[in-house]
Nanobody
Framework: EVEVVESGGGSVQAGESLRLSCAAS????????VAWFRQAPGKEREGVSC????????YYKDSLKDRFTISTDNAKNTVYLQMDSLKPGDTAVYYC?????????????????WGQGTQVSVSS
């Protein structure tokens, strides 16, 4: 059975950092591409970052690439999203998603498996 579980969310002050984790069971990340999405209240879900299993290439929403970093620890079968210099506008539920493709993108319909999400709240 495939399961994707996010953790690491929380409430922080603007300027602080958080690291989100995405752990999987039922498959390994070394042959699956993974993305992080987020959804703020009243807004559509948007792609934040993804990492391709083909060559480890990482992609980011343009406005976030200077503050967010995606990485994979294959030994732990975990994907991380390091978020630095957080802003109130980063407040959202963050979701980890997994695709069967070896190349990743930031369109939600490309992804087959989703976690339940973890809340990130940033106060000013």
């Amino acid at each position: 059975e495939v399961e994707v579980v996010e953790s690491g969310g929380g409430s922080v002050q603007a300027g602080e950092s958080l690291r989100l984790s995405c752990a999987a069971s039922g498959f390994t990340f070394d042959d699956r591409s993974v993305a992080w999405f987020r959804q703020a209240p009243g807004k559509e879900r948007e792609g934040v970052s993804c990492i391709s299993s083909s060559d480890g290439s990482a992609y980011y929403k343009d406005s976030l690439k200077d503050r967010f970093t995606i990485s994979t620890d294959n030994a732990k079968n975990t994907v991380y999203l390091q978020m630095d210099s957080l802003k109130p506008g980063d407040t959202a539920v963050y979701y980890c998603a997994v695709t069967l493709y070896i190349f990743c993108g930031l369109e939600a319909d490309e992804y087959n498996y989703w976690g339940q999400g973890t809340q990130v709240s940033v106060s000013s």
